[in-house]
């Protein structure tokens, strides 16, 4: 662990000494870890209730200190910390997005009450590199129902080649889908920038009622509240199907109406 330098402390109940701490690299949108060691420097007991009471969290600030995530995840103290007494704790930490400079800022917070920066407390201040959400541009496809002529043409047109095997993000197709031909880099860029599941417009052959909500042209949504269909999925992501289409349902996703997948006309889908 990196030892913390010194800092002011205020006289009063409530005061935190920052001792320690070490993170993982942090990758934008990702869940990672973090450990503190802090020293109770004031003259109140530190005393967390369930998800109440007196809180260890975070903010992300950009390179000028503004707020870019305010109310980190909260974790909670084992055992009641008296004065002078010093703890170490691990600590979740979701990486904000995009990529890029930030400052992570650890801060106390008394539960619906105050944060104790607000009360003249120091934080700990870490200036992190948040890298991207994928280590490498790497995508595969998988095709349901096999191998198809036009698909697999319009796969060799892609802005980002597909790869065979192994690769950071996986894609769900159905056999005679069209792909535009910007959708390798847009989902990649997708991905990059901290999603684990990114879908986007489906283009039927024929009007489609069903397919409405996913029409093309749209903006980026991460609160869609539909699956998203057709999705291309990090690890850890897994596919289900929906109107008989491979479908994702679950968090840390985005809808992107500019990513454009044309299907073939009588697909197999089973039509409500």
């Given at each position: 662990?990196?030892?913390?330098?010194?800092?002011?402390?205020?006289?009063?109940?409530l005061a935190p000494r920052?001792?320690?701490?070490?993170?993982?690299?942090?990758?934008?949108?990702?869940?990672?870890?973090?450990?503190?060691?802090?020293?109770?420097?004031?003259?109140?007991?530190?005393?967390?209730?369930?998800?109440?009471?007196?809180?260890?969290?975070?903010?992300?600030?950009?390179?000028?200190?503004?707020?870019?995530?305010?109310?980190?995840?909260?974790?909670?103290?084992?055992?009641?910390?008296?004065?002078?007494?010093?703890?170490?704790?691990?600590?979740?930490?979701?990486?904000?997005?995009?990529?890029?400079?930030?400052?992570?800022?650890?801060?106390?917070?008394?539960?619906?009450?105050?944060?104790?920066?607000?009360?003249?407390?120091?934080?700990?201040?870490?200036?992190?590199?948040?890298?991207p959400r994928i280590a490498?541009?790497?995508?595969?496809?998988?095709?349901?129902?096999?191998?198809?002529?036009?698909?697999?043409?319009?796969?060799?047109?892609?802005?980002?080649?597909?790869?065979?095997?192994?690769?950071?993000a996986v894609a769900y197709?159905?056999?005679?889908?069209?792909?535009?031909?910007?959708?390798?880099?847009?989902?990649?860029?997708?991905?990059?920038?901290?999603?684990?599941?990114?879908?986007?417009?489906?283009?039927?052959?024929?009007?489609?009622?069903?397919?409405?909500?996913?029409?093309?042209?749209?903006?980026?949504?991460?609160?869609?509240?539909?699956?998203?269909?057709?999705?291309?999925?990090?690890?850890?992501?897994?596919?289900?199907?929906?109107?008989?289409?491979?479908?994702?349902?679950?968090?840390?996703?985005?809808?992107?109406?500019?990513?454009?997948?044309?299907?073939?006309?009588?697909?197999?889908?089973?039509?409500?």
């Open positions: 662990m990196e030892r913390v330098g010194e800092h002011p402390v205020p006289p009063g109940p920052w001792r320690a701490w070490s993170l993982e690299p942090p990758r934008a949108g990702a869940p990672g870890r973090a450990r503190v060691a802090l020293e109770n420097a004031g003259s109140a007991a530190w005393h967390s209730h369930g998800d109440t009471g007196v809180q260890l969290a975070y903010h992300w600030l950009d390179p000028l200190g503004n707020p870019i995530v305010w109310d980190g995840e909260r974790t909670a103290f084992p055992r009641p910390v008296a004065p002078g007494e010093t703890v170490e704790l691990d600590v979740p930490v979701r990486a904000p997005r995009p990529p890029g400079p930030y400052r992570l800022s650890f801060d106390l917070v008394e539960e619906h009450r105050f944060w104790f920066s607000e009360i003249g407390c120091a934080t700990l201040d870490i200036a992190v590199e948040v890298a490498a541009r790497t995508l595969a496809v998988r095709v349901a129902g096999g191998a198809h002529a036009q698909t697999s043409a319009a796969l060799a047109a892609q802005e980002e080649p597909v790869v065979d095997g192994d690769a950071e197709l159905v056999a005679g889908a069209l792909p535009a031909p910007d959708w390798s880099r847009r989902l990649l860029d997708a991905h990059a920038e901290g999603w684990a599941a990114v879908g986007g417009a489906v283009v039927p052959a024929q009007k489609d009622r069903e397919l409405a909500a996913w029409a093309a042209g749209g903006g980026r949504n991460p609160r869609f509240g539909r699956p998203l269909l057709l999705p291309s999925l990090l690890e850890g992501a897994e596919p289900g199907a929906h109107l008989g289409l491979p479908a994702y349902l679950g968090e840390d996703g985005l809808f992107d109406g500019r990513i454009e997948v044309r299907l073939p006309p009588r697909s197999g889908r089973r039509r409500a």
